[in-house]
Structures are given as C-alpha cells and as structure tokens.
C-alpha cells in the first residue's frame, strides 16, 4: 500500500478586476479544501485578478493589486498547513507574465510563469503576457517590500520549477500548456513529477467537454500519475462561459469530477490518492483512495439549456439588473431565448433548494420582502417579460397566439401590442417631407420602398422594447433598483447572412443564442418540450421561419429561407467551412464539390444535397457577396454568449475588414470559373 494524501482542484466563480471577491473565495475554498483533509489545493489561471480583464492586463495597477490580493491570502493563518497553487499576473523585469505562485505557511516558494499562451480563437494572451521560453531554468525574483517582510527575503525562484518532497514531486502547467504539442507535464514526468496540477480559463463551447478530458486523459495514460485539472466556473464579465469542471485523473481515470455547468456555486473537486512510495508505519485501512468513475455527459441540447440558464443568472446577477425583456414574436429563435430564461429560472429553484445562499441573496433583492419563489414559473414571473409587438396586415394570428401561449406555459410578464401607430407615423413623415407614399413590393412598390417599408417595423420594434424595458419596472413596482436588460434572438445564420434590420430587435444588450444554429435550435426546443414539459412549443417547430414584414396575400407569405435565398442548413456548412476550415471561395467551393457533387462516392449517412459544380458554385459566390455586402452589420452585432466556433462575433473572434471589393470581379470568382471551365471541357472529352 503506498501512501495517501487528499487533494483538491478548484472551480471557482471569480470575476474580472473583483480582486476582493476573488480573494474571498480563494481563502474560503482554501478553508473548505483543509477542511476536507486536502493537503494540495489549486485554483484556476488569473484566479486572483479574473480572466476577462482584456487590455486591464496592460495597467500596472493591476499588478500590484494582485500582489496586494496575494499578500492577504499569505497573511491569513486559515490557508496555512496545506500547499497552495494561486493564479495571477505578474511583472518581472518589466516584463508581464501569466503566473502560477506555489506558496506554503504563508511562504512563496516559487513562481512559474505560463510557457505556451493561448493565442487563437478567443484568445489575445501575447497581446497582454510574454512567455517563458527557458524550459528547465529559472531565476531570482524580486519580491515588492510588502511581500518582503511576510517572505523574510527579498528574492523567490522564478521560472520553469518543480517541487520534491519526502514522499512525492509535484510541477504545475496552465490552460493552453496541456493542448500543446510539446506539453511540460512530458518532461515533468519524465524527470519524477508524479502530481501535476494544470490551471485553466477553458470557456465552453457545444460538446467541448469530451476533447478536454481525451486531452487529460492521454496525458497520465502516456505518463502515468495524478493530473489535476481547475477551471474558472460562469461568466466573468465577457462574451464567454467557463463551465468549471474541475477534475483528477490517474493513469487515464477519472477519479473525481465535478459537475461542469454549477456557475451558481463555486465548487471543489476532492480526491484522495495513492502515492508510490510505501508507507508501512502509518498504514490504515479506514482511508481508501478514491475509485475511478465514468464521467458525466451532457447532450447539446442539455448543454444549451444549462450553458444559457447559468450565464443569464450570472449576467442578471452581477450587473444588478431587475430581470430581463424579451421581443417575443412567435418564431423559433425568440422563444429559444425565452426557453433559455426559463432554464435559467429551473436552475435558480433548484439552487435555493439547495440552500444555496450566494443564489437565494440575489433572489431576496429581486423580491424584496416576499416570499422566495417555489416554482420556476413564479420566478419567471418576476424577471421575465415579454412583449409581442405586431402589425394589423403583417402578422399572423398564429404567431400572436404562440407568442401568449409560451408565455402562459413559462409565466413570463406578457404584454401584446401592435405598433401600427408608429409605423405609420413614421411612413406619414417620408411622404409629407418628400412627396413620395411608399408602397410594399406586393403593392407596387420598389425593392428600396419595400426595404424601407420593413425596417420601419423592425427598428420601432427595437425602440419600443427598450422603452418597456425601461419602464416596466416601474409600473410594476419591482424591488430592487436599475431597468431589465433586452435579449436578442438572432442565430448565427442570419448573422453570417446578414438577414436583420441594422438597429432592430436583433440589437440588445445580450443574445443568448447569437452563435448557435438554426438546427442546434430546434433540436434545443425539441428537447425543452419533452423534458421542461411545455407541449405548446410543438407550434414552434411546425411553423415556418417568417420576419413577418411583409403584407400577406393569398399569392404571397413571407419566408425567411426564401428571403435569405439561401437555406439555414447551407449557412451553417459555410459558415464551419469558412471559420473552422479557414477557406475562402475558391477552397470552399472545390471542398463542396467533393461533399455535395452528383458524382460522389455516398456513405449510408450521406444526407448532403447532389448539385452540379456550376450549381455549387452559384451558392458559393452567392454566400460571399452577400457575406460581403452586408459585414457591416456583424459590427454592430449584439454580444453573443459563445458557443460555436464558427461565430461571426466581430469583438475579437471573428476579425474581418468591413468594406470589401465586390466580390462578383475578385480573383477568387474568377479561379472558380476557370476550373468549371476545365471541369466542362473534361466532360466533354470523355
């Protein structure tokens, strides 16, 4: 029997530039770890600054303020007796680096600056740090005075360091390190590291999870030993989600794994293990070490559900708002948004339940003096509020019916008005100024009156919902101080096609949808209807994608798919194609030829459509120079909560010029036409 030692991997809900609430809760997950028996804690990267903090990382405060922060948490007695592994910036020779500080009785003894940064995607890591690029060395830093008299030195170790100790040896990596080719824990482990510890800000996106823990897998099954794996849990103050999950793993299994998705609560992951070296004098056969276990997974639909919930109650909650409102027009992607509030309200039941009181205080201020909510349609209530906003000719009595029956079904504040009124103000004021009466495409008019005629509605739609916005709390004499936040409801497609009205209800203060598709949706709904037991969103799903804009004939109703000229189905191969793949027209369409072409090998799965090349090649060009034309748009896009990597989030993700050549003479048109041309002339030869 080797010997055994508890160990703890943190998932804490820390928030960028809160320096005293993240210290806070790494003392208090320090005292919960000792508490347990753990003699080894480690907490996520940035722990004590956040992660989010973005160009903050530039500022010299706030460095010093993480050193202060550290400070605090050496001179507290509470985290003596245990070995702690903290995240934060540091400055060292005027040289800014993503650290890990290894501190024990309230004394530093080393820290590692992160070697390889995350510098992809969503990530901007050498824009803010420097990486240590001297593997195995360190050298001495300078501790600032107020450090100085708690260390009783003025130098610590600084650099690529290990620890060994009388019965074992422990390294540590952060976040990006693991996903490395040329990953520290190999040579960590091959020089007699048998824990190591790997602190991370890994944001979640749809079905991510399983890459993560093939990731930590592979590294104890190619090298054997512990790895302990800590996240940052919610939302810190950005467009992403970090859906905690803490875990250990020996020898590829999965000893211990907390629960991703608990942004309501921070969260620890405690293990007790068996170490190599024998131990025969203290041998006892009442502590057993940990048993492996199947790790849990969550579908797509499960994952949207519970990724959405926690970062709406996370932004509601952080940023002291009143709750939130809805544009609900009877379509699909409005009542995902709404379905996501409604997951969120499950959540927050659950969490009081629980006895959760970091939960239970936001809800307090949210009902004041009344009594805590007992159902998830009480709570949604309080803090939702929808309002269905039509037009005598252009909406359908369906759509305004589903509209009042999710909201019945969720308990959502319903309001149901028609905006025709303002419309025709504001077409009164276009034809008593230029003498023109505007007039829809299916009246007569022009493409340019009828675009017009349109965007009045959308944009009165957006205006109108920040005014209830504003108001509603106040003609409801809600607890609390500060107005609701307005949701949006465009999915990625249409943000890739730039299908929206610039400045309509597309424009909010969040969307919780805006990087998941239209299939990902209705599989969400589909989901939410069996398991949230709300029959009424089988309407939803039967009914056709409309903008309702339009006025309807029996010749004429307006389509979505038809407006677009391009299937939503389509927009999301594109879009994967064009983000994930990286490929611009030429490599898209000769990708595409192989995949959708008439003359392909089909699999028995294969439901892609059988096209000609010059019909592939028309969708292709079609797809660019309206991504082109209409770029503008993703500039103003409303933040989205991240979930797909294929997003077009202009903020950092997605970094594209938005003024284009025309697209119709480029280059790249003019290759594809070259190769059908050959592709023609070879067909004909044989």
């Not at 943190?10 to 347990?36: H, M, P, V, Y």
């Not at 605090?72 to 003596?80: A, F, K, P, W």
């Not at 979930?643 to 903020?651: G, H, Q």
Request: net charge neutral; hydrophobic share 35%.
């Amino acid at each position: 029997m080797g010997r055994l030692v508890t160990v703890a991997a943190c998932a804490l809900r820390q928030w960028a530039l809160d320096f005293e609430g993240n210290t806070d809760r790494i003392i208090e997950s320090t005292r919960q770890a000792k508490a347990a028996g753990a003699r080894l804690r480690v907490g996520p990267e940035l722990e004590i600054s956040g992660y989010s903090c973005n160009d903050h990382f530039l500022e010299p405060d706030l460095y010093l303020h993480c050193m202060e922060m550290l400070a605090r948490i050496l001179e507290d007695e509470t985290c003596h007796g245990i070995l702690l592994d903290i995240g934060l910036p540091v400055t060292h020779r005027n040289v800014n680096y993503n650290c890990r500080v290894v501190c024990l009785d309230g004394k530093i003894l080393f820290i590692r600056p992160k070697m390889h940064l995350a510098n992809d995607g969503n990530y901007r890591e050498m824009r803010y740090f420097t990486p240590w690029l001297r593997p195995t060395e360190w050298e001495e830093f300078h501790l600032p005075k107020n450090l100085q008299k708690l260390q009783g030195s003025t130098h610590v170790p600084f650099g690529d360091c290990v620890i060994s100790t009388p019965d074992s040896c422990f390294g540590a990596e952060t976040c990006e390190e693991m996903w490395s080719p040329d990953a520290p824990h190999i040579p960590m482990t091959l020089d007699g590291v048998e824990i190591i510890t790997n602190s991370s800000a890994s944001h979640f996106s749809l079905q991510k999870l399983d890459t993560r823990l093939k990731l930590i897998g592979e590294a104890t099954r190619k090298c054997g030993g512990v790895y302990m794996y800590s996240n940052v849990s919610g939302g810190d103050g950005d467009r992403l989600y970090f859906d905690g999950c803490a875990m250990i793993s020996a020898t590829a299994n999965y000893l211990r794994k907390a629960l991703n998705f608990r942004s309501m609560r921070s969260t620890l992951s405690l293990q007790l293990l068996t170490l190599k070296s024998p131990d025969e004098e203290n041998f006892n056969l009442r502590r057993r070490p940990t048993l492996s276990r199947e790790p849990k997974f969550f579908s797509s639909e499960e994952e949207i559900a519970l990724c959405t919930g926690c970062y709406l109650w996370d932004y509601m909650a952080r940023s002291n708002s009143v709750g939130y409102l809805i544009p609900l027009s009877g379509g699909l992607d409005s009542c995902a948004t709404a379905v996501s509030v409604f997951s969120m309200c499950r959540l927050v039941i659950l969490a009081i339940k629980d006895q959760n009181q970091s939960v239970i205080a936001t809800v307090k201020r949210l009902f004041g003096e009344s009594a805590l909510p007992r159902t998830p349609q009480e709570l949604c209530h309080r803090v939702l509020h929808t309002i269905y906003m039509g037009m005598s000719k252009q909406s359908f009595h369906e759509t305004r019916q589903r509209a009042k029956d999710l909201s019945e079904a969720t308990g959502s504040y319903h309001i149901d008005l028609d905006i025709d009124s303002v419309y025709h103000a504001q077409k009164s004021l276009v034809k008593s100024s230029l003498g023109l009466d505007p007039k829809f495409k299916v009246e007569g008019g022009s493409e340019a009156e009828n675009l017009m005629l349109q965007n009045i509605q959308a944009r009165t739609r957006m205006v109108t919902a920040y005014e209830f916005a504003q108001i509603l709390p106040t003609t409801r004499q809600l607890a609390g101080e500060g107005g609701l936040l307005v949701l949006g409801s465009a999915n990625v497609g249409e943000a890739l096609r730039g299908y929206m009205t610039k400045y309509d209800c597309s424009s909010a203060d969040i969307n919780p949808i805006g990087s998941i598709d239209k299939a990902a949706l209705k599989g969400f709904i589909a989901w939410a209807q069996v398991k949230f037991d709300i029959p009424c969103l089988e309407a939803f799903l039967a009914a056709t994608p409309t903008a309702e804009l339009e006025p309807v004939t029996q010749e004429y109703t307006q389509s979505d798919e038809a407006d677009m000229g391009i299937t939503y189905a389509e927009l999301t191969a594109f879009g994967r194609l064009r983000k994930e793949r990286k490929m611009g027209p030429l490599s898209m369409w000769q990708h595409l030829v192989h995949v959708w072409g008439k003359d392909r090998d089909k699999g028995p799965d294969d439901q892609n459509p059988s096209l000609e090349p010059a019909e592939i090649a028309e969708k292709v060009k079609f797809f660019f120079v309206k991504y082109a034309i209409t770029r503008h748009k993703a500039t103003t896009l409303t933040p989205a909560l991240h979930c797909n990597d294929y997003s077009p989030d202009d903020n950092r993700f997605d970094l594209r010029p938005f003024l284009y050549p025309p697209f119709w003479q480029s280059w790249s048109f003019k290759r594809i036409d070259r190769e059908l041309a050959r592709i023609e002339q070879a067909r004909k030869k044989s």
